[in-house]
Every structure is written in structure tokens, then in C-alpha cells.
């Protein structure tokens, strides 16, 4: 349920857009037109009066300085050609946003936390489309209701790795706007117009071709995923080259044979970057060494236990919006839990490697 900050913010938005006379769709194409492409959805969705979508932290800066202008503005004005009153005017109305925000959240919030708000890993603000590429199943995972001619055809059986699909495309759906199109596919079917939206694929590079191709182009992500003569469940993950690479392996318990150990820990890699297609939109992807560190990567951002603190931390660690991170995913009795970022065990690799920088809010 919507807080009452929550509704005084999309109320405020909404008085400032009317009081300017522009409409939904004016109001994002100006944004857009700025550099920062948004859908009149997304700004239906941050004013709506019940639920309302929490303004990310970036949009408050420029919707006091275009309300800032007298008149209805047509586009947005540099902060450097503000006159000194129409500054002091821009910083009265972000001042205003960020304190209904702070309520909306419930209180004043960290600053780390704050950012989060602008890093919702789920939430398209451009109005998406979102494609979500699962894997065709192997052959000899697929049963007898795949086939077509049964009267109990089910087309989902084809596939795999859809623990992890029902996980995101639900929580996907939830955090945005109704209106925005998420769809879901095999990679055997995937066309070129896929390619250009945000894109999401799950799954490794064993029955997920797509992925194995946009590893090969991702040269500046460090990680490849590869077949290994000694793991026949998976394909494992590295890091480096020669004697410098680090392979990363699932931890088995101990048994008296192969065929009785069961999987402790899992491998999971999460990763978002510009997609290579469309630098508006992006990339994610949610792999894993076995379909558990699949789930595990995509569970990290959609539990509700764990994924407003690794939220903050993406903020505070990957400032630029581009990340890539193989995680460890416990497995009890058969189930994926969640990796928590902020335990430093769980991160096996991250990049980039640089330490965040903090910025001041302006």
C-alpha cells in the first residue's frame, strides 16, 4: 500500500505538469527530447493517485528545473543559463521533491539508499519493450507433454531454466506500468528485432545460444562461460587467462560416489550492461553454471528479503549503471537462496574493480 508521502509526491508531480499546462506525453517527450528517453506511461505511473511508481532519483533535478521556467516550457534549459532567481526557484522545488520522497520511503534515507531509488533494476522508465530469452530445453529434458500432438500439449515444457522465468517476469510485470511490453521467448526463436530492446536473457551458453553469442561480444565484460571435460551437469565460469585465470566451480557435499553427492553451493553471474544493439537500452543477464545459480542471480534483485539492501549496494558499488558479478548461491534440500551482497563471501568476482565514488546530490 502507498504511503501518504508516496501520494503527496504524485500529487505535487501532477500539480507541477498541470500548472505548466503540458500534458503526460508532452511532459516525456521533453525529457526525452533532453537526453533522458522516458515514456508518458512512466510519468502516468509516477502520478498516478493510488500506488504510485516512486520518481527514481535522477528525474527530480530535472523536473524542478523545468518547472522552474515561467509559462509552459517546451524543452528543458541548462542549469548554467538559469538566471540566479530561477536557480533559487529550482532548488526550492527539488528541495520540496526530495523531502515527499524521503517520506514516501518513510523517512530520511542513507545516501546510498536514496540512489537505490534511481537503480531499480527492474523498472524501465523509457516505457521498455523488454524481451526476456529463456533456453529450449536439451532433448533429453523435454517430456512427453512438449510434443504437440498431445491432448495435453503444454508449450512451456519445451524449455528450460522456468523457475527463473515465473521469478522475473512476474516481479518485471509489478514494477512497472501496465502498459509496458514484457514478452518472453525461446532463444530458437528469437528475430532480429529482439535484439534491440532491453534484453534479458537467462540461462548459460549450454542451451541458451543467444547467450553464448553476446558473451563473445561483451570483450569488455571479463567473464566467459565454457564446457568442461569434468563437470557434465554445467558449464563453468573464468575469470583471466593462463596463469592467471580463475575458474569457479559449485560445491558438491560429500558422498561416497558422484551419483549420490548433491549440490551445496552454486555459481550465479548477474550482470547488466548497454546493449550492444541499442545503446538506449540495456542487457542483463542472469546465467548460472546450473539452472540453481541461474535463479539464485535473478532472486538477488527480486526478493523481497534481501534485494532493497543489494539494490543499495549496486548503487553505492556501480555508480555508472554497468556491472558484472559471479555470486555464490547456497543450495538447501534442492532450493537457491538468495545471495546477499553484503556479505563479502558471496561476491566472488566483481567488475568493474574500481571503488565507487560518492557523489553529492546537486
Known amino acids: 500500500m502507498a504511503t501518504p508521502g508516496a501520494i503527496q509526491l504524485a500529487q505535487r508531480l501532477r500539480a507541477l505538469r ?17 537526453g533522458r528517453p522516458v515514456s508518458s506511461a512512466a510519468v502516468s505511473s509516477w502520478e498516478r493517485p493510488k500506488e504510485p511508481v516512486m520518481l527514481p ?109 515465473f521469478e522475473l517476469h512476474g516481479h518485471i510485470r509489478a514494477e512497472n506500468d501496465p502498459s509496458l511490453p514484457v514478452t518472453f521467448k525461446p532463444a530458437s526463436m528469437v528475430v532480429a528485432d529482439d535484439l534491440s530492446s532491453h534484453l534479458v536473457l537467462i540461462g548459460g551458453i549450454g542451451w541458451n545460444p543467444v547467450t553464448r553469442r553476446l558473451l563473445r561480444l561483451l570483450e569488455r565484460l571479463p567473464v566467459r562461460q565454457f564446457e568442461s571435460e569434468t563437470l557434465k551437469s554445467g558449464d563453468l565460469f573464468a575469470v583471466g587467462h593462463g596463469a592467471e585465470e580463475r575458474v569457479f566451480e559449485p560445491v558438491w557435499s560429500q558422498t561416497d560416489g558422484e551419483a549420490h553427492r548433491e549440490l551445496e553451493e552454486d555459481v550465479g553471474l548477474l550482470a547488466r550492461v548497454i546493449n550492444p544493439f541499442n545503446s538506449s537500452r540495456t542487457l542483463t543477464l542472469c546465467n548460472g553454471i546450473h539452472s540453481r545459480g541461474v535463479l539464485g542471480a535473478v532472486r538477488a534483485l527480486t526478493d523481497a528479503q534481501v534485494r532493497e539492501a543489494n539494490e ?47 557523489r553529492e546530490r546537486g
Open 18 to 34: 498541470e500548472q505548466a499546462g503540458l500534458k503526460q506525453s508532452e511532459l516525456a517527450l521533453i525529457f526525452t527530447e533532453d
Open 57 to 165: 532519483e535522477n528525474r527530480a533535478e530535472p523536473y524542478a528545473r523545468l518547472f522552474t521556467l515561467a509559462g509552459a516550457p517546451r524543452r528543458m534549459v541548462p542549469r548554467d543559463r538559469l538566471t540566479p532567481e530561477q536557480d533559487t526557484r529550482r532548488r526550492e522545488i527539488l528541495d520540496g521533491l526530495r523531502d515527499l520522497m524521503d517520506e514516501a520511503r518513510g523517512g530520511p534515507a542513507p545516501a546510498d539508499v536514496a540512489r537505490a531509488a534511481q537503480y531499480r533494476s527492474w523498472f524501465f522508465a523509457d516505457g521498455g519493450p523488454v524481451v526476456i530469452v529463456i533456453p529450449d530445453a536439451g532433448e533429453s529434458a523435454v517430456g512427453p507433454l512438449a510434443a504437440e500432438t498431445h491432448p495435453n500439449f503444454t508449450a512451456l515444457h519445451r524449455y528450460a531454466d522456468l523457475d527463473a522465468l
Open 312 to 358: 543499495a549496494f549496486l548503487a553505492r558499488r556501480f555508480p555508472k549503471g554497468e556491472f558484472g558479478m559471479l555470486v555464490r548461491v547456497p543450495v538447501f534440500h534442492g532450493q537457491a537462496l538468495s545471495p546477499d551482497f553484503l556479505i563479502p563471501e558471496n561476491i566472488l568476482f566483481a567488475w568493474p574493480d574500481a571503488p565507487a565514488q560518492r
